[in-house]
Structure formats: C-alpha cells, structure tokens
C-alpha cells in the first residue's frame, strides 16, 4: 500500500502539449517533497502523470512576461516540458525549491552510504592484516 505524501502545494499550472499545435491546458497540480503530479481534468480522481524528482535533472528556462511567468522541466532523459503560471503564483520558486531539497537529501544518503562501505572495507581489510 502507498503511503500519502506530505502535500507541499496543490493548485493549477498551465502545461503546453506536445501535439502539432502546442496548446496550454490547465492541470491541477500537486507538489510533494519527492514528485509533481499532473492531473489532466482538475480533479485527483482522474489518473494523473506523477514526475519523479528523481527523473528530473533541472527546472530551467524561466521567463517572465506581463501575465506568466514560463518555465520548462528538463527529464534526466533530456525531455523537455513546458509550463506557464500567473506572475504573482511562483510555482517554478515552489518546484525548484522541492528539487534542490530532493536531491541534497539525496546527496547526503549517497554520501552517507559510501561512508559505511568504506568503513566496512576498512574493517575487513584490518581483519584479513591480522589474520595468521
């Protein structure tokens, strides 16, 4: 059973489709400390698309116009999504926060377990030099 992650911010984001026209449609939207989810009709009943922060290598591309402020959200896999928000929103301040905290807490664990790896190759090492 999946267990229901901390909602850090839920709300409406304007995402560019990848069809032949390129149209902006609204998705509600819902930010945890681990992924984005795109849910295509407002509602959290309809199937969403989750992004991972652990697929997403950067948010980029910020541009500010009178009304939106445009973004895109690079995969780790080089695809490239488009955004758009009211000006006044700062729903690319709130995802890039999220990432940044994602991936120094990631960093940390990886940081942490090659610690412990060493240490047991220290040990072992320290074990076999004392050996008859």
């Keep these: 059973m999946k267990m229901e992650a901390e909602v850090i911010r839920e709300g409406e984001l ?3 489709s990848d069809s032949l026209f390129q149209l902006w449609k609204k998705k509600l939207v819902v930010l945890t400390k681990d992924s984005l989810s795109l849910f295509p009709d407002g509602h959290k009943r309809a199937k969403g698309k989750e992004l991972g922060f652990g697929s997403i290598l950067k948010v980029d591309c910020v541009e500010r116009t009178g009304k939106y402020i445009y ?3 690079v995969t780790k896999d080089r695809k490239e999504i488009d955004f758009r ?3 006044q929103s700062c729903w690319n301040a709130s995802i890039t926060m999220a990432l940044i905290d994602f991936q120094n807490k990631r960093a940390i664990q990886d940081f942490k377990s090659r610690q412990e790896m060493e240490q047991a190759a220290g040990t072992q090492e320290r074990r076999l030099a004392r050996a008859p």
């Design 14 to 16: 304007e995402k560019r």
């Design 85 to 87: 928000c009211p000006d």
């Design 71 to 73: 973004f895109t959200i």
